[in-house]
Nanobody
């Protein structure tokens, strides 16, 4: 069955870096856009990035632009989120999700655009 598994979260000091992984199984990742979302305690789930299937085009919300980089390795069936210059406000559970085709430029940050979800990985930025 379709499965997404996030990993790579943990505790990191402000200014530090982490690389999250989203491992896909049960479907052909090549044909799917993948988005990253996060949810902080007491807040709504926030879409932060997306990478398209056909051309690898990437999208970022302003709060992570220039600090986070999304990439994909279809051969490894994995999508990554490289996070640099982490801030305490980046603390959240991070989720990956997929939708068939490419990221919707106007709606890639909306959770309703995605069909399959992982279980999340905790990222805590604290000194």
């Amino acid at each position: 069955q379709v499965q997404l598994v996030e990993s790579g979260g943990g505790l990191v000091q402000p200014g530090g870096s982490l690389r999250l992984s989203c491992a896909a199984s049960g479907f052909t990742l090549d044909f799917y856009a993948v988005g990253w979302f996060r949810q902080a305690p007491g807040k709504e789930r926030e879409g932060i990035s997306c990478i398209s299937a056909s051309d690898g085009r990437t999208y970022y919300v302003d709060s992570v632009k220039g600090r986070f980089t999304i990439s994909r390795d279809n051969a490894e069936k994995t999508v990554y989120l490289h996070m640099n210059s982490l801030k305490p406000e980046d603390t959240a559970i991070y989720y990956c999700a997929t939708e068939i085709g490419d990221c919707m430029a106007r709606d890639y940050y909306r959770a309703t655009m995605y069909e399959y979800w992982g279980q999340g990985t905790q990222v805590t930025v604290s000194s």
